[in-house]
């Protein structure tokens, strides 16, 4: 039972335009949720994350947009830039149970 | 089968016991990887096998051994831990381990305490 989903497998996207990545969960108890980027042959690489108390975090071309009542979170990278090319992956977080919890990863390709 | 499976779940040992941790997929995954997770923080690459040989080692202490038997399948061989070690190591497999960019899927992970 997949608690993390991550819908689409791949996105492509415009460089310079917006790239939404989206991700729904299932259990509400999360406290923390996490974005991590993934270069071929590398370990993910945390990008930024998100307490479950907010709905908006913010760090430079990247925002996470939290909505508890649906369970659906999203990365949003403006501008999109051909370095951003990578798999995503969602991940959440409880501290009572001190694990991570990623979903399978999006492909996003930077268009030129 | 679209899923990575890891035993034990959790394991406790002492500083001179051997041990292993197993992965399996049935995806037809030929990339297969170890990671370490400590309490709190992102996951960090130990090893990866690509075509069921060691393509990667990021500089990992030899106490810690990697084995591929077939495709399918991942060890590590633990011998000789220190508690700090103790973490929760995760398994993942994805389709090549090549060039390009490839969705990795995660097994649940085993809970290591070192003692």
């Known amino acids: 039972d997949q608690q993390v989903k991550q819908n689409s497998p791949s996105l492509s996207v415009q460089e310079g335009r917006i790239s939404i990545l989206n991700c729904d969960y299932t259990?509400?108890?999360?406290?923390?949720f996490l974005w991590y980027k993934k270069y071929p042959a590398e370990g993910p690489t945390f990008l930024i994350s998100i307490s479950s108390i907010k709905d908006k975090n913010e760090d430079g071309r990247f925002t996470v947009f939290l909505n508890k009542s649906a369970k659906h979170l999203s990365l949003h990278i403006v501008p999109s830039q051909p370095g951003d090319s990578a798999v995503y992956f969602c991940a959440a977080f409880s501290n009572r149970d001190d694990k991570i919890i990623f979903g399978k990863g999006t492909r996003l390709h930077i268009l030129p | 089968d679209t899923e990575v499976t890891q035993t034990p779940k959790h394991l406790v040992m002492g500083m001179t016991n051997k041990k292993s941790l197993k992965c399996e997929q049935h995806m037809g995954h030929r990339a297969m990887y170890w990671y370490k997770q400590k309490a709190k923080k992102p996951p960090e690459l130990m090893f990866v096998?690509?075509?069921?040989?060691?393509?990667i080692n990021e500089s990992v202490p030899s106490r810690f051994s990697p084995e591929c038997p077939n495709s399918s399948l991942l060890n590590l061989h633990l011998h000789a831990l220190q508690p700090e070690d103790s973490a929760l190591y995760l398994c993942?497999?994805?389709?090549?381990?090549?060039?390009?960019?490839?969705?990795?899927?995660f097994g649940p992970g085993t809970r290591l305490l070192v003692l």
């Open positions: 993942a497999s994805s389709r090549s381990g090549g060039g390009g960019v490839e969705t990795q899927y």
């Open positions: 259990n509400s108890m999360f406290d923390y």
């Open positions: 096998y690509s075509y069921e040989k060691l393509s």
